[in-house]
């Protein structure tokens, strides 16, 4: 077990605000104490500070090694988890540094947390109970050796590891470890409710192409930047259609719809013929689960092209999930309207959707630098390529 001396403590209560990098350059008098570990104490506690704000105040906990810190959860990613799991025993197979067990096992009477590698066990052991979490046991083992020797509970909990045996990422479901397609079957064996969590690069489509049995797909985005793909298995639900739930945790609180594929196939999705007052943008949880058409039906918006995720109206959609623009003008590629409607603009936020060239290219043509209130949105609009000049009306970031 990891043990923190008097003079470690001291040395990271003095230097918890400093800059790490800096400081282990010049730490100063050290005598006494373990400099790696105290360094580490104090990368992870700024760390948590911004991403796990109510761990950050708990005095004495235990940080792992940078890399486990990157990977886990953030603290509203883990707490949207949550509301998704319950009952009266839980195992997290692949526990991690333990945020997301954290946050799991307090809708359970039982909970297990099991983990490869003992510096994790480590602080695990240290942490749960400082973190209020006296019913939680720490169980160092392969989550395939556990898995095939425990008894059956309400839920499993698991992360793949997403790294390769040289630390390279990976996002092919077969490539991380646990696959889950190989190990299904016993995971059904043991529980009647699997959670699983994928990073957000995986592709959707391909997913549930491999994997039988998914009652419902979450999309989750932290200011609108997807961080995790969840596939949740619940057997006495099969037969059900999956539902898809695309999720954004903003400071404003949670943006989310829900729809079936069918849904989606069967939504009536009107088409615009021109650019209206207001151009909606989509956040990115929607755009990667695949609500297209099922936006223009729900919020009565146009879609400015059967390919182009961007949308339109006249009369502003204020509740639309997503960014709204207030249209100034939109425009060819043109010279003479170039002219028109750029003259004078040295800079804009530019996007491109649907539009053969990048933003680097266009950026370089159009000679303009990046920032400012003035958005463009280089796109296609009922089969032309147009530029879209607007202003933010409203954000949900």
């Known amino acids: 077990m990891v043990e923190i001396g008097d003079p470690t403590k001291a ?19 050290v005598d006494g104490v373990d400099l790696p570990l105290a360094l580490r104490q104090i990368e992870g506690w700024q760390v948590a500070l911004k991403k796990l704000p109510s761990w950050a105040e708990v005095d004495g906990l235990l940080y792992p090694p940078h890399i486990s810190l990157e990977q886990c959860s953030s603290e509203q990613t883990a707490l949207y988890k949550s509301r998704l799991l319950k009952g009266g025993s839980l195992v997290d ?17 039982q909970a297990t947390y099991v983990e490869r590698q003992e510096l994790l066990c480590e602080a695990a052991s240290h942490n749960f109970p400082l973190l209020g979490l006296p019913h939680a046991e720490v169980v160092c083992a392969q989550a395939t050796d556990f898995l095939s020797a425990m008894p059956a509970v309400d839920c499993i909990y698991l992360d793949p590891a997403r790294r390769d045996q040289y630390g390279r990422k990976v996002v092919s479901l077969v490539d991380c470890e646990p696959d889950l397609t190989l190990l ?7 529980s009647k409710r699997i959670l699983v969590k994928y990073s957000p690069m995986l592709d959707l489509s391909s997913a549930l192409a491999a994997l039988q ?16 793909l969840l596939f949740l298995f619940d057997r006495e639900r099969r037969g059900e259609d999956m539902k898809i739930v695309c999720a954004n945790l903003t400071r404003k609180g949670l943006s989310e719809i829900s729809f079936t594929r069918e849904e989606e196939r069967e939504a009536s999705c009107s088409l615009a013929k021109e650019v209206g007052k207001y151009l ?7 755009l990667k689960g695949g609500a297209y058409r099922l936006l223009s039906q729900r919020y009565s918006v146009s879609k400015l092209d059967v390919n182009t995720h961007l949308y339109t109206s006249d009369e502003m959609v204020p509740d639309f999930p997503g960014r709204i623009f207030e249209v100034e003008s939109c425009f060819s590629m043109g010279k003479s309207e170039l002219k028109q409607n750029l003259a004078g603009v040295e800079s804009a936020n530019l ?5 053969p060239q990048t933003v680097l290219q266009l950026r370089t043509k159009l000679k303009l630098k990046e920032g400012g209130d003035l958005y463009l949105f280089a796109t296609t609009l009922a089969g032309k390529k147009v530029l879209v000049k607007c202003t933010k009306a409203t954000s949900v970031d």
């Open 93 to 109: 197979l692949t526990g991690g540094f333990g945020v997301d067990f954290s946050y799991l096992s307090r809708k359970f009477e």
């Open 213 to 228: 049995g998914v009652t419902e797909v979450h999309v989750v985005a932290l200011h609108n930047e997807c961080k995790e």
């Open 280 to 286: 909606y943008e989509p956040n990115v949880s929607i």
């Open 184 to 190: 299904l079957p016993a995971l059904f064996e043991k």
């Open 351 to 355: 996007s491109v959707r649907n539009f």
């Open 11 to 29: 040395f990271i209560a003095k230097h918890r605000d400093d800059d790490v990098r800096n400081l282990a350059l010049h730490p100063g008098k």
